[in-house]
């Protein structure tokens, strides 16, 4: 079932967002080499903190960090680890935060010193396809034609998507109704209507599309060893059209 926002309700998720994108900000600013994921996931459970925020999923089915973080072939939900970042790795923060009781979800990727060209491709591809998703977010629409948009321009570019993981509506809980894939046909799925709130993340990999799970359960990797790196925003279909609650 779709869960329809008020007007009121999307500003509560706009602050949410609107601390989020903050967060990134400053992850960009300290991000280099040397520093380790984990560090990273200590400044983000400070920041919140400190900003009257939680992260939401900490303990979620388990989950033990504040934090996604996804290095190089990491897909997705990649524990933070105490392994050093190098100059060319890429990486993935992930994160879910809670702002009096309203979540805003939004990932970004970020490079470490000087990246490959094939690095450079698939992040700006990478970010780019998550925009087209979003200029078909408008009333009338249907989630099919945010899919379609991003698997056409990613593939036109060399790149798979990954199917396995998806976009969702979100609120007071992580995961609602619709969900959003990033690859697939125009003009299917559920229509897009005014008060819906989801969240577009496509993932991209320079090899094949193929996922392989790591022991832990969680860590999402590619199973040919390529580049993976995934950006995502929060946005509300609006009767003025999309309006991104995660905007850094």
């Known amino acids: 079932m779709i869960i329809y926002k008020s007007k009121r309700e999307i500003e509560k998720m706009n602050e949410a967002g609107t601390l989020l994108a903050e967060c990134h900000k400053e992850i960009k600013k300290i991000i280099k080499p040397g520093m380790s994921t984990l560090e990273i996931d200590?400044?983000?459970?400070?920041?919140?903190?400190?900003?009257?925020?939680?992260?939401?999923?900490?303990g979620y089915q388990g989950y033990p960090?504040?934090?996604?973080?996804?290095?190089?072939?990491v897909i997705c939900h990649g524990f933070p680890n105490k392994k050093k970042l190098k100059s060319g790795d890429i990486v993935t923060i992930d994160m879910v935060v809670n702002l009096n009781g309203w979540l805003a979800d939004s990932a970004w990727s970020y490079t470490v010193g000087e990246v490959s060209e094939k690095a450079r491709h698939l992040l700006e591809v990478t970010e780019k396809s998550l925009?087209?998703?979003i200029e078909q977010a408008v009333i009338g629409n249907r989630i099919g034609d945010i899919s379609h948009a991003i698997q056409q321009y990613a593939e036109?570019?060399?790149l798979s998507v990954v199917r396995e993981f998806i976009g969702h509506g979100i609120g007071r809980s992580m995961h609602e109704d619709p969900?959003?894939?990033?690859?697939g046909p125009k003009g299917t799925g559920?229509?897009?209507?005014?008060?819906?709130?989801?969240?577009?993340?496509?993932?991209?990999?320079?090899g094949k599309r193929y996922v392989k799970i790591d022991e832990d359960g969680w860590t999402a990797r590619t199973f040919d060893g390529s580049l993976s790196t995934q950006y995502e925003h929060t946005l509300a279909i609006t009767k003025d059209g999309p309006l991104i609650l995660t905007a850094q």
């Open 42 to 58: 200590a400044f983000v459970e400070r920041f919140l903190k400190k900003n009257g925020a939680t992260p939401e999923q900490k």
């Open 65 to 73: 960090f504040a934090t996604c973080a996804s290095v190089n072939d």
């Open 131 to 133: 925009y087209l998703g």
């Open 156 to 158: 036109s570019e060399g």
């Open 179 to 183: 969900q959003v894939p990033h690859a």
């Open 190 to 206: 559920p229509m897009l209507k005014e008060g819906m709130v989801l969240t577009i993340e496509p993932m991209l990999n320079t």
